[in-house]
């Protein structure tokens, strides 16, 4: 079992890490705060080793998705407990997947936040193998899902995917075929693809099924 006595608290909101910092300070733990700058920076400062925990937030502002990170911290000998606002249970499925202990959510009351770093600082359990066994299987049920659901829009030729972008602006097939310079039956011709390959009956449904897909945004 190994114990940790440096945390690293890696967070986006300068005041909430400060905070948590202070009270592990109080508790006798040695912990950094470290500025969000860049990727390298962060990396540097923080500089994992087996007697650091890391309390990584999953949302970094403008270095994006902190998932990433985690392979490289255990890889360093740290340990990792996820500590966020997210909310989608896929990605912290995803986190320990990537070697996270654990997580946590920004709203757990301050003093339970407190007892879990505390666990996770002397190598306890920090989440029910059980519970682990069951997200992992749940995320790859889940991707196995996103795969399927993906699979039709990858037969889709690159002008049918333009053809459908547009589509999913509003655009006729008249306009579509003005702007291009080309026939009517041409863009019909792809737009018929697009509804076989998606396995759908109207261009509309098509549209549906390219946002529902993540494929095009929706619009706002």
């Given at each position: ?15 909430l890490?400060?905070?948590v910092?202070?009270?592990l300070e109080?508790?006798?733990f ?33 270095l ?20 966020s606002?997210?909310?989608?249970r ?30 996770a ?28 659901e ?40 792809q ?8 396995d ?10 390219a ?7 929706a619009?706002?």
């Open positions: 079992m190994t114990t940790r006595s440096r945390i690293a608290i890696v967070e986006d909101h300068r005041l890490g400060e905070t910092g202070l009270a109080l508790e006798g040695a912990v950094i705060v470290p500025d969000l700058i860049d990727e390298l920076t962060l990396l540097g400062a923080v500089a994992p080793d087996p007697n650091t925990l890391v309390l990584l937030d999953l949302d970094l502002g403008p994006g998705d902190a998932t990433r990170f985690i392979p490289r911290y255990v890889a360093a000998g740290a340990a990792v407990l996820v500590v606002g997210a909310r989608d896929m990605r912290f499925a995803a986190t320990l997947e990537a070697g996270a202990l654990g997580y946590l959510s920004k709203d757990t009351a301050f003093d339970d936040l407190l007892e879990t770093i505390r666990r600082a002397a190598g306890d359990a920090v989440i029910d193998p059980n519970d682990r066994y069951q997200m992992l299987a749940d995320l790859r049920v889940h991707r196995s899902a996103e795969r399927s993906l699979a039709p829009f990858e037969s889709l030729t690159p002008r049918e995917r333009q053809v459908l972008v547009e589509l999913s602006a509003g655009k006729s097939v008249e306009a579509i075929a003005g702007e291009w310079v080309v026939s009517p039956a041409t863009v019909r011709t737009v018929r693809g697009i509804l076989t390959k998606l759908v009956s109207s261009q509309l449904a098509a549209v549906a099924k946002h529902a897909a993540g494929i095009i945004p619009r706002k």
